[in-house]
């Protein structure tokens, strides 16, 4: 039976993520600065046994049953208060929608806001699952550069001026702080312009925050984009999976009253509602504190972590590499001399040198550029750092003495 004549337009779209791709060929012996892990000594496992055990013998009942839809009260009102504390401030629990993950909120967003042909526009390069999540609902994806300072605004504003003539730009997607997969983070500057040119073109912008909570820089982290948004124009998507852990797959998207209804409505027919059970935890794990408690833990595992990854790329990477430095999020963005295709470099890293990295390609929405790839510093242990930094060099140097 051939599968192919059944399969629908939409399911021709889809494309298998490279990092989830990858990380069925990771072995034992194989040190990956690939998949976007959590360090797992960050995870409050002992305080989750001990919650679980509270309320499945406190609330079973209801930590058992179907949920509504938006998510439990308990939970939104806690994220409404963690939110508060961050300077983002949303009138209650009604702005708030629990998703499983994200990634589910990234979905909802391409069925909700997407028609084939529209344009919608990202940072490029730009979260690879957000591209797969996006291309199903058939858009244009215009992918706008980036420079220290996040997405360039004189691009964006050209951007969107030469697209207004030829249908809908319907949002702009960015990952402001810690940006996945370049690590970079947007200046204030930047966040005010990018809302000012929402609001001038009348356009929606998705901003997606895993890791705000964990900014790990010099200093305060600039203003997240919702904290600034008197127009209710920007949806906002955060997680637990990096201040807690990701198998709990929880998320939640906060945005106007109006615009959570239509979330309702798409996730009805998704899945009901977010797991019960994992939602009343994480409403313990935020009133108990323990979130709160964890967050410097992780911040400090995740600065010491890029320090030493810092430290290794100068040591061992030759002339003409070169690599961004992180205040927040997971990654280190490298980029090779322009004769280094990492796509095709990585069998030779994985079979001949044992180390894995996602290649740059699939992260550009428009394939733009083949030379840079993606290294995460957050999941590798100390010693795999340094001994994967050493072996990634190894590596570049044999495919560049094969290539020139
Ligand atoms: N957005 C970005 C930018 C991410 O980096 C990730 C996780 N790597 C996600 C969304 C999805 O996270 P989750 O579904 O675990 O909340
Ligand atoms: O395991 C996943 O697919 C989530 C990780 C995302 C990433 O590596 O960016």
Do not use: C
Request: a neutral charge; aromatic letters at 8%.
């Amino acid at each position: 039976m051939d599968i192919n004549q059944f399969l629908s337009d939409r399911s021709r779209l889809m494309k298998a993520s490279e990092i989830r791709e990858l990380l069925k060929w990771i072995t034992e012996d194989v040190i990956s600065l690939g998949g976007g892990m959590p360090d797992p000594s960050s995870f409050p496992t002992k305080e989750i046994i001990e919650i679980t055990r509270d309320v499945l013998s406190t609330k079973p009942d209801r930590a058992l049953q179907y949920g509504a839809t938006g998510g439990v009260a308990e939970l939104k009102e806690e994220i409404v208060r963690f939110m508060g504390k961050e300077g983002i401030k949303i009138e209650g629990p009604e702005n708030i929608i629990i998703t499983v993950g994200s990634q589910e909120a990234l979905d909802i967003i391409g069925r909700l806001f997407i028609n084939p042909g529209d344009y919608i526009i990202t940072e490029s390069p730009t979260y690879l699952a957000a591209i797969q999540a996006f291309r199903i609902y058939g858009p244009k994806i215009v992918g706008v550069p980036m420079d220290n300072d996040g997405i360039r605004i004189d691009v964006l504003e050209d951007t969107i001026k030469k697209l207004s003539g030829d249908g809908k730009v319907k949002f702009i997607y960015v990952i402001p702080t810690g940006q996945n997969p370049t690590g970079i983070t947007m200046s204030m500057e930047r966040r005010k312009a990018l809302l000012e040119i929402a609001s001038r073109y009348d356009l929606l912008v998705i901003e997606d925050d895993p890791y705000g909570y964990i900014y790990f820089g010099d200093g305060t982290p600039p203003d997240r984009l919702k904290a600034m948004d008197t127009e209710g124009r920007v949806i906002y998507l955060s997680t637990f999976s990096k201040i807690a852990a990701p198998g709990l797959r929880l998320g939640w998207v906060a945005a106007s009253k109006e615009i959570i209804r239509w979330f309702e409505l798409a996730k009805q027919s998704i899945d009901l509602h977010t797991s019960t059970l994992n939602q009343y935890i994480a409403a313990e794990l935020l009133k108990r504190g323990v979130i709160e408690r964890n967050i410097p833990k992780i911040k400090e595992i995740y600065r010491t972590k890029r320090d030493l990854m810092l430290q290794a790329l100068g040591e061992y990477m030759p002339e003409g590499v070169t690599w961004t430095r992180p205040s927040a999020g997971m990654f280190i963005w490298l980029s090779a001399p322009e004769k280094v295709d990492t796509g095709e470099m990585l069998s030779i890293a994985i079979k001949k040198y044992r180390v894995a990295y996602v290649p740059g390609k699939s992260f550009y929405p428009n394939g733009e550029r083949h030379n840079d790839m993606r290294l995460n510093f957050t999941y590798p242990t100390p010693q795999q750092i340094f001994e994967g930094i050493r072996r990634l060099a190894l590596a570049i140097k044999e495919y560049l003495s094969l290539v020139s």
